[in-house]
């Protein structure tokens, strides 16, 4: 069963919404498919407090669906459904939804974002929304003076500890090796702020607390003669050991660097595919915003909608 569409966007995060904002408004009829998690994951944070245009602040999911229908006003088709393979070697691209339906597109925008890396304790789901948080720039404003931790060695660790020092009181960083894997700078940033304590080699074996997160469980040296479990106090546990970019079906068709995003022409949304877009953290491992990914859309749908033209005229 085959559909054609001229439009085809693959992703419902900020950067898929948008684009499908700006598609639907250039007469291009998108069709969006939501993914597995529809809204991507503003969805699983709390209070967004950062996107232009809310001062109030406004939650994740009500954002997204603030999003949505503003596309679906314009005529944007937003379905249900997950891109399972792609075949970009011709035209009109091909793309699977659901193992079962392709669609046959002239352009394809896929904003399939990221998922941060979580260490896969029960207690990360439990707390998930009370106290455990994966983007410290999202939910750091909440923790004002507490106490918080930082999980992972490396520049997205330490740069996080180092803006939750601004704002908390103070500041764990927990490294399961005994350095750090950042780049020098951000290490000596981390290694001389006074609110940040490093504690290096060890490991968190779980989180309590009653109503929400109130301190880790954590081990030093496991395994070894002088392993150490200890408890820690903590309003916060974040996680900052890396992300992974949902690119798996789109390997070998089109280019990816070493970690799995999608390389872009430097300032674009354009792909080495002609046609093919990528927005949003996809194709971003530095900024990772909604209101970041939100411009990419724009951008790519104003270059599928150049060309298309271009392909019609
Ligand atoms: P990285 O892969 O560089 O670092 C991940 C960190 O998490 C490592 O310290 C790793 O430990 C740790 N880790 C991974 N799994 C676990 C686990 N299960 N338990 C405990 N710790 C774990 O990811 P980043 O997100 O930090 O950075 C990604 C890329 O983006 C890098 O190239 C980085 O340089 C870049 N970046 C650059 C920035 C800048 O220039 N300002 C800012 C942010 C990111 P271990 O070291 O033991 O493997």
Known sequence: MNERVKCLIIGSGPAGYTAAIYASRANLSPVLYEGIQPGGQLT?????ENFPGYPEGITGTE??????????????????????????????????IDGEKTIEADAVIISTGASAKYLGLPDESKYAGMGV???????????????????????????????????????????????????KVMQDRVLKNEKIEVLFETNTLGLFGDNGVEGAHLVKRAGESGEEKFDIAIDGFFLAIGHKPNTDIFAGQIDLDEVGYIKTVPGTPKTNVAGVFAA??????????????????????????????????
């Open 44 to 48: 699983t944070t709390t209070e967004v």
């Open 63 to 96: 954002l997204m669906e603030d999003l949505k229908k503003q596309a679906t006003k314009y005529g944007a088709d937003a379905r249900s459904g997950i891109a399972t393979s792609v075949d970009f070697s011709s035209n009109p691209k091909k793309v699977v």
């Open 133 to 183: 948080s994966a983007c410290a720039t999202c939910d750091g404003f909440f923790y004002r003076k507490k106490t918080v931790a930082v999980v992972g060695g490396g520049d997205t660790a330490c740069e996080e500890a180092i803006y939750l020092s601004g704002l908390a009181g103070k500041v764990y960083l927990i490294v399961r090796k005994p350095s750090l894997r950042a780049s």
């Open 280 to 313: 949003g953290d996809v194709a971003d491992p530095h900024y990772r915003q909604a209101i970041t990914a939100a411009g990419s859309g724009c951008q790519a749908a104003i270059e599928a909608e150049r060309y298309l033209s271009a392909l019609e005229g």
